[in-house]
């Protein structure tokens, strides 16, 4: 009888301590879930995100090249804006239509800053400054204006395109990493229950938070790395 109870002891030590490899196994894979799922995540503004800006810079260049037929045709800018409000593309459709509802009833160049505010590209920025100057003195050569700053667009399509690219490879290995530390770490919560262990403790699973902060900052460090910055704003709120 005391061997046999004995043994149902060592079997219930085993038990609790598979049970706390377990929960630290579980807390570990846990933790690298919310990593990744927080790395898939940024940036979480989209204007951040350099497939939205190629989307953005293109979209501007095409309204721009609107603009500019629709003015080289004798149109006066209301009525150019109103015409390429339901043609632009969809990035910034409901602005441009936004803008041609505040001009029916605000000021031209308010109207005008409002619009590039809600943009907030540089590029729009460019595109409203020349809008303005056709509003405040007269301009000869609008058209051709229009046209130089819809080509500087298009080739900052092809820049972003080319960093986005570049920045492919970077993005793999952040991945990837995730990837193989997630496997690694599952991989001795089911093969090496005991070396993990000494995280069910209060000491080490103050030191598992602090490699897991840590691996989760360098997620972050590397997908700010694959980001790109823009150039500051021509014109900003007030200016």
Known sequence: MTTVSGIARRLRGRADKCTHSVSVGHLCARGEGLITKRGASLPRNPRRDPRYQHDLVEAIATFTEQVRDSMSGASGLEQALASAADTCPGAIRNDVRQLVADLRYGNTEECLREFA???????????????LTAVQNETRDMSGLLGHLSM?????????LRIWVSRARLRSSTRMVTGAVAVFASGLV??????VAVYATPGGA??????????AWGLILMRKMSLMN?????????Q
């Open 117 to 131: 505010d809600r943009l907030g590209h540089p590029t729009s920025d460019y595109v409203v400054a020349a809008l």
């Open 190 to 195: 089911l093969l090496n229950p005991s070396y």
């Open 206 to 215: 103050a030191i598992l938070c602090v490699e897991v902060l840590g691996f």
């Open 152 to 160: 500087t667009a298009r080739e900052e399509c092809r820049l972003h």
């Open 230 to 238: 823009l150039p500051g704003r021509l014109l900003g709120s007030g």
